[in-house]
C-alpha cells in the first residue's frame, strides 16, 4: 500500500498560478503511475493529469492541457501538480493518486489504487 498526502491548496484570483504537491511513503517501488484528478461539488472525479514514475511521460486531461504541467521527483518519491492561468471552473478538491497497474484507462478513477485525502483549490476574485 502507498499512503499519498497532498499540500499546496489555497484560494487564488483568476489567472493566477499554484502548484499541489504529493509526497508517497511506503510501497512506492510497486507504483507505476501517479495521477491527479479533481472533484467539485456535485460533480464526478475528473481526470487531470498522470505521469509514469519510471519514464516521465505524461497525459493530461482536455480542460486543462497547455495550462497544467505535472512532474516528478523520484529522489523524493514526490509528483508537483503546477497551475497556470487558473480559472473559476478549476475550483476543485484535487486528489493525488497511484496506481501499480500497466494496463487499463488510466483517466479512470478505478485504473488507481491508493488515494490521497484530496487538497481544495479555489478560484476565486
Known amino acids: 500500500q502507498v499512503q499519498l498526502v497532498e499540500s499546496g491548496g489555497g484560494l487564488v484570483q483568476p489567472g493566477g498560478s499554484l502548484r499541489l504537491s504529493c509526497a508517497a511513503s511506503?510501497?512506492?517501488?510497486?507504483?507505476?503511475?501517479m495521477g491527479w484528478f479533481r472533484q467539485a461539488p456535485g460533480k464526478e472525479r475528473e481526470f487531470v493529469a498522470r505521469?509514469?514514475?519510471?519514464?516521465?511521460?505524461?497525459d493530461y486531461g482536455d480542460s486543462v492541457r497547455g495550462r497544467f504541467t505535472i512532474s516528478r521527483d523520484t529522489a523524493k518519491s514526490t509528483v508537483h501538480l503546477q497551475m497556470f492561468s487558473l480559472k473559476p471552473d478549476d475550483t476543485a478538491a484535487y486528489f493525488c493518486a497511484a496506481s501499480t497497474s500497466l494496463l487499463g484507462n488510466f483517466r479512470q478513477v478505478e485504473f488507481y489504487n491508493s488515494w490521497g485525502q484530496g487538497t481544495q483549490v479555489t478560484v476565486s476574485s
Open positions: 511506503g510501497r512506492t517501488a510497486s507504483s507505476v503511475y
Open positions: 505521469i509514469r514514475w519510471s519514464s516521465g511521460i505524461t
